[in-house]
């Protein structure tokens, strides 16, 4: 049983628009996690989230991307502006300490 | 100087052999290990986990950690098919945000 799920799958989007993508966590997870990975390429951290505040943010995390999880259960990472370089694969991730982390199935997002 | 760093591959094996990826990383202040399996087009799913220098085993899987050498490895005995992924290392400071720092992955083939 997976630990997460991700909606939506795969988002496709024009260039400007705003996404919202939606981690579900099923167990009681305290640590969050967003990580993204470009076609062919590694996976890269873009954020940490712990007890509803931002842990630590990386330099690809820019004043497009904001993290909440307003109800206590789904985490949200919405690109407010997107660009064609921001299609990857984001992944959230979560644990209930801050070592392990299990991945969700991840949603892959197209910017046309 | 890239932070982690593993072989692209292909690795390839037989079917029943064992295979060994590695990995070595810069900083000294990582403290967790991690290795991940990315099948194509999935999420990475942890297999194993080490934080003290040896070994560690769980099943097929063996992980050896040398903290000195900067240098982490996964054997995996009675390769299967199956097996046949990408492998992912995966370092982690254990400060405030717990984030992973991943390498490229060394791709994995399994010969029946």
């Known amino acids: 049983e997976p630990e997460v799920t991700q909606t939506p799958s795969h988002q496709v989007t024009q260039m400007g628009q705003e996404v919202i993508l939606r981690c579900v966590p099923i167990s009681n997870h305290l640590y969050f996690y967003w990580y993204r990975q470009i076609l062919g390429q590694k996976v890269e951290f873009l954020v940490s989230?712990?007890?509803?505040?931002?842990?630590?943010k990386s330099e690809i995390f820019d004043d497009q991307f904001s993290v909440e999880r307003p109800d206590g259960s789904n985490f949200t990472l919405k690109i407010r502006s997107t660009k064609l370089e921001d299609s990857a694969m984001y992944f959230c991730a979560v644990g209930t300490s801050g070592y392990e982390q299990y991945f969700g199935p991840g949603t892959r997002l197209t910017v046309t | 100087q890239k932070e982690v760093e593993q072989n692209s591959g292909p690795l390839s094996v037989p079917e029943g052999a064992i295979a060994s990826l590695n990995c070595t990383y810069s900083d000294r202040g990582s403290q967790s290990f991690f290795w991940y399996r990315q099948y194509s087009g999935k999420s990475p799913e942890l297999i194993m986990f080490i934080y003290s220098n040896g070994d560690k085993e769980d099943g097929r899987f063996t992980a050896q950690l040398n903290k000195a050498s900067q240098y982490v490895s996964l054997l995996i005995r009675d390769s299967q098919p199956s097996d046949s992924a990408t492998y992912l290392c995966a370092v982690q400071r254990v400060d405030s945000s717990y984030k992973l720092i991943f390498g490229s992955g060394t791709r994995l083939l399994v010969r029946p």
């Open positions: 989230f712990y007890n509803n505040e931002i842990s630590e």
